[in-house]
């Protein structure tokens, strides 16, 4: 390395610094990568909207603020296990059967709502992919660093998204209410029995509930399927322009997430969580709607850079992270995927 290089952009980088002012969104490190890293700091603690952004904001702000709402739900969810126990174990009890019936009807209303929210959550994924990928800037660097409102709104939905499939991965209640709502609501329909509950969830909603609870990561797979969707609607729109928004993304969360001088910026260890939450999600993200994925050679994402930032944690923090590498994305074992990266998340 040319020592003149180094001073000379030490120099640039301190030059710079002089002009950061906190909550903005500025470049504050010179791009060394030869692929030409995209450097700026991604303000997920204060971004608010500029005029241009408000009418997007406003539109996914309104889905965002139930957002945490649906967690908590979710996070209390205990299900009715005991309930339809003694009613498999009893079938000729009645009274079992209708406390049963009683306890699982509200449940799948909750799940209901869950699946609902999932679609809204499509919807306005789909307002900020339109915002982010427009004509108005010239790549998704620019629109990333200029629209820091929509961004952090973005990154919001991810984070949402994985903590969601966290919670219901290790709810093994929800699927077994579900399913034996659907089987009770059968055997009522043969018996002719009227059964309140329908008004609920009707058979046709109960299809396309029990599709979504079977996936093991249905709020990923929906806005996997949102994103593909998204980019099959808009013909006219290069793949790349969804894609490189995307990996932009995945990049920005790297270098805030290694480089120091980012990272003294969070106010809280809960932005930095937030962070590596944000740049695996949307890391699975690329993975599912780019034809060849996030781990081929050709990918846009420095995959060995971000699994370094995730193993340089203390490892209780990421192995949730890490295992949503390891399992949940659509491309890791294919054969384009390098020995190197297979191996550092073994």
Known sequence: INPEITV??????????KYVVMGNLLKVL????????????????NAQPTEAERETWKEVDVVLKDALGILDELQAYKGAGQEIREAIQNPSDEALQ?????????????????????????AALHSLLRALTSETYNDPTQHLEREQALAKQFAEILHFTLRFDELKMTNPAIQNDFSYYRRTLSRMRINNVPAEGENEVNNELANRISLFYADATPML????????????????????????????????????????EYRSRFSSEETFSFCLRVMVGVIILYDYVHPVGAFAKSSKIDMKGCIKVLRDQPPNSVEGLLNALRYTTKHLNDESTTKTIKSMLQ
Not at 8 to 17: I, L
Not at 229 to 247: A, C, G, Q, R, Y
């Open 221 to 260: 797979k929906s806005l996997s399927d949102g994103t593909t969707k998204f980019v099959s609607e808009n013909k006219n729109l290069p793949i790349e322009n969804t894609t490189d928004v995307l990996s932009t993304m995945a990049t920005v969360c790297k270098v805030m997430l290694e480089t120091p």
């Open 30 to 45: 010179t791009c060394t990568d030869l692929e030409q890293e995209p450097n700026f700091f991604l303000d997920f603690e």
């Open 98 to 122: 209708d406390q049963a019936w009683a306890a699982v009807v509200p449940l799948v209303g909750k799940l209901k709502t869950f699946y609902e929210f999932s679609q809204r959550l499509e």
């Open 8 to 17: 000379g952009k030490t120099a640039e980088r301190e030059k710079r610094s």
